[in-house]
Nanobody, 127 residues
Framework: QVQLVESGGGSVQSGGSLRLSCTAS????????MVWFRQAPGKEREGVAA???????VYADSVKGRFTISKDTAKNILYLQMNSLEPEDTAMYYC?????????????????????WGQGTQVTVAS
């Protein structure tokens, strides 16, 4: 089993920044693919950014140039630096991990591929 715990969410004004963290424990290793997903009320869960075991990253078009995904393999922490936040970024943000999934193509992998999920952290951006 892998346990994931997100933190860092909060409320900010439009144009502000937040950094989300996801701490992994249990049978997690650096070989896992990690993804940040988000889900706004009434909308489907969408992949925001992904990072593979080799450091390959991919972003959703809606956040390119504003969000940066990274990881500290020594501490087993996944980060999402979010700059120039917009009201449309308001959502519950989840981190997810999967050992078999790889980053391919130009979009984050779909949610159905991931076995392990955190409980989520809320991000609210006021206009």
């Amino acid at each position: 089993q892998v346990q994931l715990v997100e933190s860092g969410g909060g409320s900010v004004q439009s144009g502000g920044s937040l950094r989300l963290s996801c701490t992994a424990s249990g049978y997690y290793s650096s070989r896992y693919c990690m993804v940040w997903f988000r889900q706004a009320p009434g909308k489907e869960r969408e992949g925001v950014a992904a990072i593979d075991s080799d450091g390959t990253t991919v972003y959703a078009d809606s956040v390119k140039g504003r969000f940066t995904i990274s990881k500290d393999t020594a501490k087993n922490i996944l980060y999402l630096q979010m700059n120039s936040l917009e009201p449309e970024d308001t959502a519950m943000y989840y981190c997810a991990a999967d050992r078999a999934t790889r980053v391919v193509g130009h979009e984050p992998p779909i949610a159905e591929l991931f076995d392990y999920w955190g409980q989520g952290t809320q991000v609210t951006v006021a206009s």
